[in-house]
């Protein structure tokens, strides 16, 4: 039987955001994380923006064919995730709850928009066809 496959979709030009995607892991019996670069062209990507749901503005995780967006998403992934190591049970006790979630990922996500703009990064722009839009 074969795993089920959890998409993580994040800017992974964005350092903070990278490095997190990169430590997070989730629970072998929950299925495999693979992580999709929204700066790069996927159906994925497509779907979310079909959506109408602005990439800039937060990560997104599917899994079982839902669509979890921003601070669901960090809560659902906090969920599924491994306890083990440092990170991950930081992770765990941060974002299990919905409502610490709703009130922590505004103000990651600020902190994220002012580090690329800091850094002269681009908007991911996925709802708007000039992609050059500066933070």
């Not at 039987?1 to 030009?13: A, G, H, N, P, Q």
């Not at 749901?53 to 992934?77: C, F, N, R, T």
């Not at 190591?85 to 505004?106: E, H, I, M, T």
Request: proline share 1%; with cysteine; charged share 25%.
């Amino acid at each position: 039987m074969s795993k089920e496959e959890i998409l993580l979709v994040y800017d992974k030009d964005c350092p903070a955001c990278d490095n997190y995607c990169q430590v997070v892991r989730i629970r072998e019996s929950i299925g495999e994380l693979k992580i999709i670069n929204a700066r790069e062209s996927s159906e994925v990507l497509e779907e979310i923006t079909q959506l109408g749901l602005d990439i800039d503005q937060g990560m997104v995780l599917k899994m079982g064919g839902v669509i979890y967006y921003g601070a669901d998403a960090i809560h659902a992934l906090a969920l599924i995730s491994s306890r083990s190591g440092v990170f991950n049970k930081l992770n765990y006790w941060l974002f299990k709850s919905k409502r610490v979630s709703a009130v922590l990922y505004p103000v990651l996500r600020f902190f994220r928009n002012l580090l690329l703009k800091m850094l002269g990064k681009t908007k991911i722009n996925n709802l708007n066809s000039t992609g050059n839009d500066r933070f």
